[in-house]
Nanobody, 123 residues
Framework: QVQLVESGGGLVQAGGSLRLSCAADGRAFSYSTMGWFRQPPGKGREFVSAISSSGSSTYYTHSGKGRFTISRDNAKNSVYLQMNNLKPEDTAVYYC????????????????WGSGTLVTVSS
């Protein structure tokens, strides 16, 4: 099992940047693919990005490629999402997720979710 706590959300103007952090507590972190999902207002939860347990493989949704960068520090049990050139459509609650047994957090059923952090991008 993994407990996850996100931080770093807030209000930012379009074109600005934010860095989300996710602190993990639990042995499963080190061998889990980690990811970020988001839920825009009034919409369903959607995949944003994922990183393999070693950090050697990363995955991004099309809208995030070139703007978002996922990274992890296994020594600190943490995963990060650097978001640049933010757009109003990036406004959402962002969730950190641990995906043991999944290569990219887009398959598999075992998931551990954080409670989310709100990102608001003003135009």
């Amino acid at each position: 099992q993994v407990q996850l706590v996100e931080s770093g959300g807030g209000l930012v103007q379009a074109g600005g940047s934010l860095r989300l952090s996710c602190a993990a507590d639990g042995r499963a972190f080190s061998y889990s693919t980690m990811g970020w999902f988001r839920q825009p207002p009034g919409k369903g939860r959607e995949f944003v990005s994922a990183i393999s347990s070693s950090g050697s493989s990363t995955y991004y949704t099309h809208s995030g490629k070139g703007r978002f960068t996922i990274s992890r520090d296994n020594a600190k049990n943490s995963v990060y999402l650097q978001m640049n050139n933010l757009k109003p459509e990036d406004t959402a609650v962002y969730y950190c997720v641990a995906c043991p047994g999944s290569p990219d957090c887009q398959t598999g059923v075992e998931r551990y979710w954080g409670s989310g952090t709100l990102v608001t991008v003003s135009s």
